[in-house]
């Protein structure tokens, strides 16, 4: 009998094994699963499986009805995700108060196993009212579910991937990505910046809205896209940072404008502008073929958001300003 159970076990550690190979470890990585809209920031806990390390993390979802933690529009600037309709955001470096983080981590698929080899990414973009930018925004992992304090993973809880280089692009979202031999059973995933402010390097961003009476005073990040795997070409192929360009046959003009604008579309397809206001109102929907002159003299002098679109999707998107 005590042979039998032993086969079975290993029969099913084996076949753990095979069904952990090449795919993604980390449940709901696009934070698209809901356990309910989120209502107000630092509500993490309502995307099933994710929770904060220490301080309060935000969830944002298109599924809420004002501006203030949706998508794209919110609180802290525009941005569409990168898959699906959810992503989250994190302070990863605060001027005013030493070492304050906001991590998110969440439990595995499965154990990472000792010895082995393991590839990871996550795309992150600046958001726009973000008065900094940093560097050090890395992944770690641990076998403690979650911490009370949050210092005791800054420092002490080195990044297994993270990216040396300053990440200030607010209209993309670039790809950071690694690799790294696991050294232990690790059961969960944080994602923050693990080192100190002593350690941790800054600037001022240089988005229009981070010199603005609204800004924020930190280096705030929004997340989407987490993956963990023993397959390179799961989450990646190849280290580095990897920005997500906008559609370069593109040109809208003249930015700032007056009274018009003009798009001029290479790609020889049915097309839709859309233009919304601050407050993310809808002010205009055109569809078109090629390139197309928009009158606009009725619109309030200020700033306006546009995007285009074809039968695939997003093409571009971005801001405008009306003088």
């Known amino acids: 009998?005590?042979?039998?159970?032993?086969?079975?076990?290993?029969?099913?550690?084996?076949?753990?094994?095979?069904?952990?190979?090449?795919?993604?470890?980390?449940?709901?990585?696009?934070?698209?699963?809901?356990?309910?809209?989120?209502?107000?920031?630092?509500?993490?806990?309502?995307?099933?499986?994710?929770?904060?390390?220490?301080?309060?993390?935000?969830?944002?979802?298109?599924?809420?009805?004002?501006?203030?933690?949706?998508?794209?529009?919110?609180?802290?600037?525009?941005?569409?995700?990168?898959?699906?309709?959810?992503?989250?955001?994190?302070?990863?470096?605060?001027?005013?108060?030493?070492?304050?983080?906001?991590?998110?981590?969440?439990?595995?698929?499965?154990?990472?196993?000792?010895?082995?080899?393991?590839?990871?990414?996550?795309?992150?973009s600046l958001a726009e009212y973000a008065k900094y930018t940093c560097n050090n925004l890395g992944i770690s992992f641990s076998t403690v579910s979650r911490a009370n304090d949050i210092m005791s993973f800054v420092n002490k809880n080195r990044p297994f991937v993270y990216t040396k280089s300053i990440i200030k692009d607010y209209t993309n979202w670039v790809k950071i990505s690694g690799s790294f031999i696991a050294d232990s059973n690790y059961q969960y995933i944080i994602i923050g910046n693990f080192l100190a402010d002593s350690l941790t390097n800054y600037e001022i961003s240089n988005s229009p809205e981070a010199n603005g009476n609204n800004a924020f005073n930190d280096a705030y990040y929004?997340?989407?896209?987490?993956?963990?795997?023993?397959?390179?070409?799961?989450?990646?192929?190849?280290?580095?940072?990897?920005a997500t360009k906008k559609e370069k046959n593109i040109v809208v003009?003249?930015?700032?404008?007056?009274?018009?604008?003009?798009?001029?579309?290479?790609?020889?397809?049915?097309?839709?502008?859309?233009?919304?206001?601050?407050?993310s109102k809808e002010m205009i929907r055109q569809a078109f073929n090629g390139n197309i002159t928009l009158d606009l003299q009725y619109l309030s002098k200020g700033i306006y958001y546009y995007e285009i679109r074809n039968s695939n999707g997003m093409m571009e998107r971005g801001k405008m300003v009306k003088e």
């Open 1 to 124: 009998m005590y042979g039998c159970k032993k086969y079975y076990f290993i029969i099913v550690l084996q076949f753990t094994r095979v069904l952990s190979y090449g795919q993604n470890l980390v449940p709901n990585p696009s934070f698209e699963d809901t356990i309910r809209c989120p209502n107000f920031p630092g509500q993490v806990s309502a995307c099933r499986g994710w929770y904060g390390y220490g301080n309060s993390p935000d969830y944002f979802n298109a599924c809420e009805p004002t501006n203030y933690i949706g998508v794209p529009f919110n609180a802290a600037g525009y941005q569409n995700a990168l898959s699906g309709k959810a992503y989250c955001g994190f302070i990863a470096y605060f001027y005013m108060s030493p070492d304050t983080r906001e991590m998110l981590g969440r439990q595995l698929m499965t154990s990472l196993i000792k010895g082995n080899k393991y590839y990871v990414s996550f795309n992150v």
């Open 222 to 242: 929004y997340i989407d896209d987490v993956c963990v795997s023993t397959d390179s070409l799961t989450c990646v192929n190849k280290t580095g940072l990897i």
């Open 253 to 279: 003009y003249p930015n700032p404008f007056i009274n018009d604008i003009t798009i001029q579309v290479t790609e020889n397809s049915n097309k839709e502008v859309v233009i919304f206001d601050l407050l």
